[in-house]
């Protein structure tokens, strides 16, 4: 073989290999944009797995990263154009079908998640929840799953206050008979459902008012739930209106199992004697009683709190703070297990 006829053969052959690598580049470029325009467009966004970590350490901490990144992710979603959101101007768009399967993705995650959570930290026995109290309070505050209950008893003329747990995002409520039922035994034609955050201090009263109607009782147990309806407002001309509920609420799932005595607990309400303010007092399970229908605990129960949130260090719903035993100087309030309810 000539020298001469060597250097042709090479030359041809790097020009193949060039040749290859540049319809490779091109067709993976297609492919790029392609996807690009799938997730990266204006109007598309998509849960980024990649920003969380994949694995879990020997406290779970991770597991609780993964939830705090999925929870940001789906108030991203719900801020989309295509989400379902409150409006009384004009009727809601109907729904983007991606933007409603990734939302139901994230939450079944979450839901996954959060349930390996609380098997590590029972296990490991540490708290998730390494900002404090404070910060545990405050997005429990700002997530407003617990709510004020206002059930008018006309025949008295008068209002029976108490607190409810958001345990849908369809607006269920659970909350106790004795805040639900009234003294006469007949059920109100609606109660009024209070959300912190529509509070006007200015005019003290609220912007929106959210209108429930008791769905039943549960036998045995003083128990009872509710679901929304609809929300009353002021139009601009200060007129009393009516609309449809458009929007999603934001819910505490129950504990996966019971709590035992020692097990830290949150009571979360609006009692009388915060002046039906929110407000959380905290303490132990301290007794459990015969049938595990309610648990003993030394968190302070005042009127107002019946029908509210017992809440676990998992922020889990583990029971309605229900009503309270003083005498002779002692103190011990009670909590209905959540557990001791068919909520199917």
């Given amino acids: 073989m000539s020298r001469r006829y060597f250097i042709f053969l090479v030359t041809i052959s790097l020009m193949a290999v060039g040749a290859a690598g540049f319809l490779i580049y091109k067709y993976q470029t297609k492919i790029f944009r392609e996807i690009t325009s799938v997730f990266g467009g204006q109007n598309n966004l998509k849960l980024d797995f990649s920003l969380v970590p994949k694995s879990l350490n020997t406290n779970g901490t991770s597991t609780q990263s993964e939830i705090d990144q999925l929870r940001r992710e789906v108030e991203a979603l719900k801020k989309q ?9 004009s009727p809601s768009p109907a729904p983007d079908l991606k933007t409603q399967e990734a939302l139901s993705s994230a939450n079944q995650k979450i839901s996954s998640l959060e349930k390996q959570l609380q098997q590590l930290q029972a296990q490991s026995g540490q708290t998730p929840f390494a900002g404090g109290d404070a910060n545990l309070i405050q997005t429990w505050k700002a997530s407003e799953k617990v709510v004020q209950i206002a059930c008018e008893n006309k025949s008295l003329g008068a209002w029976q206050l108490g607190s409810g747990v958001l345990i849908s995002s369809d607006g269920k409520i659970l909350t106790n008979q004795h805040v639900a039922q009234l003294s006469s035994g007949q059920t109100p034609d609606y109660c009024l459902v209070l959300f912190s955050g529509d509070y006007d201090t200015a005019s003290q009263s609220y912007k929106r008012e959210y209108r429930a109607v008791v769905a039943g009782y549960f036998s045995g147990r003083d128990a009872a ?3 929304v309806q609809d929300v009353i407002y002021q139009d601009a001309g200060g007129q009393t209106q009516n609309a449809p509920i458009l929007n999603s609420f934001q819910f505490f799932r129950s504990a ?10 949150y009571i979360v309400g609006f009692p009388e004697s915060a002046k039906f303010n929110f407000s959380v007092t905290k303490g132990i399970i ?14 302070q129960i005042d009127r107002g ?12 719903l583990i029971g309605l703070p229900t009503y309270k035993y003083v005498g002779s100087g002692d103190y011990r309030g009670y909590i209905l297990d959540i557990h001791s309810l068919n909520l199917n």
Avoid: M
Avoid at 81 to 88: D, G, I, Q, Y
């Fill in 81 to 89: 154009p295509s989400a379902v959101a409150l409006t009384f101007a």
């Fill in 225 to 227: 739930l509710l679901k």
């Fill in 256 to 265: 996966v199992g019971q709590p035992q005595i020692g097990d830290p607990v």
């Fill in 286 to 299: 301290s007794n459990l009683t015969s049938g595990d229908i309610y648990f003993g605990t030394d968190a």
């Fill in 305 to 316: 709190n019946s029908g509210g949130a017992a809440i676990n260090s998992a922020g889990q």
